[in-house]
């Protein structure tokens, strides 16, 4: 496959995924500031471990394992330490949504996600995502019954949260 | 939100993909711009730098047995020079656990394992491997001097003295500075320690 093709055929996938890595990105990112570093991030390891990629293996899966690897390791970071020049575009474009019961909704949600730590919140989108309890135990590396215990703690934790947001908004 | 059924999530979820669906557009004639194969990652340097300096410390290795071959029988040089080829030949081997990381292979815990064991190894040989290369420098350069530019150091006061002064100067620059500088590797040991705790912490509680 010449180079040209190559990287039609890596367009064509993320063309394809856009919204699972817009989803990561934006559950990891601490502020906008580090939005273009780490889709840029993203998109690079996707391409350097697309050679590697197993065709036995699910496109998304494969996607979801570097994506969340990248992310978790990004966000690990206590300094940006950036490498490579950002660049001046972004490579995910979001149109705004006029909606604002739905924005509240929607800023609920990742609200809700951010304050999972790094692994959680991986735990949390795969199972958003509705992956299975044994593929999310092959993509994080716990066992199956560790994954079901810790997404029961979550529900618990979004439980408590969901009655403090509405104990909040009746309050008011 | 107005339930209080944190299944409301998987649906919000939902609603989320189909709404991005609509909204979202991938920036191709960028990623069309962009050179992948020139970019970098954050991590593949360090990782490379770090497997390029272990294989280095083999080549000043074999440089000090060359060092070492043509001063021989001369001890007074041939064994300090083979001191410093053996601290680098340790240092290369004390290194052997580096290797590279493939994001898409391995799990995501067992990635983040490796990411932070290879921080606590570089944090905790940082020092040892600066160490040795000041060792290497001091013990090799008698020979050097003596294969290379024909100066026999030791019977040499002048350039004994200045050899003695530069030692003593970088010890001292080293001594000074250890507070600093082990403070920074310390600090970044620790925070990799932690951070690998708790990643141990996430697989172990499985029933608590």
Same mark, same amino acid.
């Given at each position: 496959?010449?180079?040209?093709?190559?990287?039609?055929?890596?367009?064509?996938?993320?063309?394809?995924?856009?919204? /699972?890595?817009?989803?990561?990105?934006?559950?990891?990112?601490?502020?906008?500031?580090?939005?273009?570093?780490?889709?840029?991030?993203?998109? $690079? *390891?996707?391409?350097?471990? +697309?050679?590697?990629?197993? *065709? *036995?293996?699910?496109?998304?899966?494969?996607?979801?394992?570097?994506?969340?690897?990248?992310? $978790?390791?990004?966000?690990?970071?206590?300094?940006?330490?950036?490498?490579?020049?950002? +660049?001046?575009?972004?490579?995910?474009?979001?149109?705004?949504?006029?909606?604002?019961?739905?924005?509240?909704?929607?800023?609920?949600?990742?609200?809700? /996600?951010?304050?999972?730590?790094?692994?959680?919140?991986? +735990?949390?989108?795969?199972?958003?995502?509705?992956?299975?309890?044994?593929?999310?135990?092959? $993509?994080?590396? $716990?066992?199956?019954?560790?994954?079901?215990?810790? /997404?029961?703690?979550?529900?618990?934790?979004?439980?408590?949260?969901?009655?403090?947001?509405?104990?909040?908004?009746?309050?008011? | 939100?107005?339930?209080?059924?944190?299944?409301?999530?998987?649906?919000?979820?939902?609603?989320?993909?189909?709404?991005?669906?609509?909204?979202?557009?991938?920036?191709?004639?960028?990623?069309?711009?962009?050179?992948?194969?020139?970019?970098?990652?954050?991590?593949?340097?360090?990782?490379?730098?770090?497997?390029?300096?272990?294989?280095?410390?083999?080549?000043?290795?074999?440089?000090?047995?060359?060092?070492?071959?043509?001063?021989?029988?001369?001890?007074?040089?041939?064994?300090?020079?083979?001191?410093?080829?053996?601290?680098?030949?340790?240092?290369?081997? !004390?290194?052997?656990?580096?290797?590279?990381?493939?994001?898409?292979?391995? !799990?995501?815990?067992?990635?983040?394992?490796?990411?932070?064991?290879?921080?606590?190894?570089?944090?905790?040989?940082?020092?040892?491997?600066?160490?040795?290369?000041?060792?290497?420098?001091?013990?090799?350069?008698?020979?050097?001097?003596?294969?290379?530019?024909?100066?026999?150091?030791?019977?040499?006061?002048?350039?004994?003295?200045?050899?003695?002064?530069?030692?003593?100067?970088?010890?001292?620059?080293?001594?000074?500075?250890?507070?600093?500088?082990?403070?920074?590797?310390?600090?970044?040991?620790?925070?990799?320690?932690?951070?690998?705790?708790?990643?141990?912490?996430?697989?172990?509680?499985?029933?608590?």
């Amino acid at each position: 496959m010449n180079h040209t093709n190559e990287k039609d055929r890596f367009i064509a996938i993320l063309r394809e995924n856009k919204g /699972i890595l817009l989803k990561v990105i934006r559950s990891y990112c601490k502020n906008a500031e580090d939005w273009r570093d780490l889709e840029q991030e993203i998109v $690079i *390891q996707l391409w350097k471990s +697309l050679r590697s990629y197993n *065709q *036995q293996c699910k496109l998304s899966t494969w996607i979801y394992r570097v994506a969340l690897n990248v992310a $978790i390791s990004h966000y690990r970071k206590t300094k940006k330490q950036s490498n490579h020049a950002s +660049l001046d575009e972004a490579i995910f474009i979001v149109a705004e949504d006029d909606v604002s019961e739905y924005h509240s909704r929607r800023d609920f949600l990742y609200n809700f /996600i951010n304050t999972l730590d790094e692994m959680n919140k991986a +735990l949390i989108i795969l199972h958003l995502e509705d992956h299975s309890h044994k593929e999310i135990s092959d $993509i994080l590396g $716990i066992s199956e019954g560790n994954v079901a215990t810790k /997404i029961n703690r979550i529900k618990n934790k979004c439980r408590n949260a969901i009655q403090h947001n509405y104990d909040y908004t009746r309050s008011n | 939100m107005t339930t209080h059924d944190p299944t409301d999530l998987k649906m919000l979820w939902a609603e989320e993909n189909k709404a991005l669906e609509a909204r979202l557009k991938l920036n191709e004639s960028l990623l069309r711009k962009m050179s992948f194969d020139k970019a970098v990652d954050t991590l593949t340097p360090l990782l490379t730098f770090s497997i390029f300096g272990r294989y280095l410390a083999l080549v000043y290795c074999g440089i000090s047995i060359v060092f070492a071959i043509k001063v021989w029988p001369a001890f007074l040089y041939c064994i300090p020079t083979l001191v410093g080829g053996a601290a680098m030949l340790w240092s290369f081997f !004390s290194h052997r656990s580096l290797k590279m990381l493939d994001y898409s292979a391995l !799990s995501i815990l067992d990635l983040q394992k490796e990411i932070c064991q290879f921080r606590i190894h570089t944090s905790k040989m940082e020092r040892y491997d600066m160490g040795i290369v000041i060792l290497w420098l001091i013990t090799t350069t008698p020979s050097f001097l003596l294969t290379a530019k024909k100066i026999a150091i030791y019977e040499n006061r002048p350039m004994l003295l200045s050899l003695c002064m530069a030692g003593a100067a970088i010890a001292a620059f080293v001594f000074l500075f250890t507070r600093l500088i082990y403070g920074a590797y310390n600090t970044k040991l620790l925070n990799a320690e932690a951070d690998l705790k708790r990643i141990s912490d996430f697989e172990q509680k499985d029933s608590d």
